[in-house]
């Protein structure tokens, strides 16, 4: 069965950087993209991307141009979301899902904190 | 950007009795090549991630009850909840996956009343 699983929670100071995993098992990694999707306290979802694992490609709403970045290591079936300059607003819980058009699978979230 | 508007922002509803949830978006999510609609429903409880209900706006997820159903075509849609059960209290959330960035309602908390 698909299994997503992330790294666990993250507390970082307001400026640092923030490197969430996602480790992908139970289907073809290289043939689905991975999307990451955020919930800040009390908010909605917030869409933040995704990565293609066959070949790296990847796409940033114009929110997260130039401080986000989204990597993957086929080796390991595992995506990577990388958040830099983090500011108290970027806590959030971080979850990557795999997109078959829709989410039918989810990773169980990474609940980042950024707090001085 | 594609907009994406959910009315109620919450609603409360007796159990047993039926909830209905409406999703706007700002575009059409209709693709004339498969004549399906880009429009997913999740279902969101605290301390779990979302879980998909329905998605080309109508098709149920395997394992989800049939007291769940989507409706609607190009840009107005319905998710109904035939008869609330204790468990269906959540935040529901439409999303389009037609058009990149890929978009998502506000939300809408349901509650018993």
């Known amino acids: 069965q698909v299994q997503l699983v992330q790294s666990g929670a993250e507390v970082k100071q307001p400026g640092a950087s923030v490197k969430v995993s996602c480790r992908a098992s139970?289907?073809?990694?290289?043939?689905?993209?991975m999307h990451w999707v955020r919930q800040a306290p009390g908010q909605g979802l917030e869409w933040m991307g995704w990565i293609n694992p066959k070949n790296g490609g990847t796409y940033y709403p114009q929110k997260f141009q130039g401080r986000i970045t989204m990597t993957r290591d086929t080796s390991i079936t595992t995506v990577y979301l990388e958040l830099s300059r983090l500011e108290s607003d970027d806590t959030a819980l971080y979850y990557c899902?795999?997109?078959?058009?829709?989410?039918?699978?989810w990773g169980q979230g990474t609940l980042v904190t950024v707090a001085s | 950007d594609v907009v994406v508007t959910q009315s109620p922002d919450s609603l409360a509803v007796s159990l047993g009795e039926r909830a209905t949830i409406n999703c706007k978006s700002s575009?059409?999510?209709?693709?004339?090549?498969?004549?399906?609609?880009?429009l997913a429903w999740f279902q969101h409880k605290p301390g779990q991630p979302p879980k998909l209900l329905l998605y080309y706006s109508s098709t149920r997820e395997s394992g989800v009850p049939d007291r769940f159903s989507g409706s609607g075509s190009g840009t107005d849609f319905t998710l109904t909840i035939s008869s609330l059960q204790a468990e269906d209290v959540a935040v529901y959330y439409c999303?389009?996956?037609?058009?990149?960035?890929?978009?998502f309602g506000q939300g809408t908390r349901v509650e018993i009343k």
């Open positions: 575009q059409s999510l209709f693709y004339n090549s498969n004549n399906k609609n880009y």
């Open positions: 999303q389009q996956y037609y058009y990149t960035p890929r978009t």
């Open positions: 139970g289907y073809t990694f290289t043939d689905y993209y």
């Open positions: 899902a795999k997109e078959a058009d829709f989410y039918q699978n």
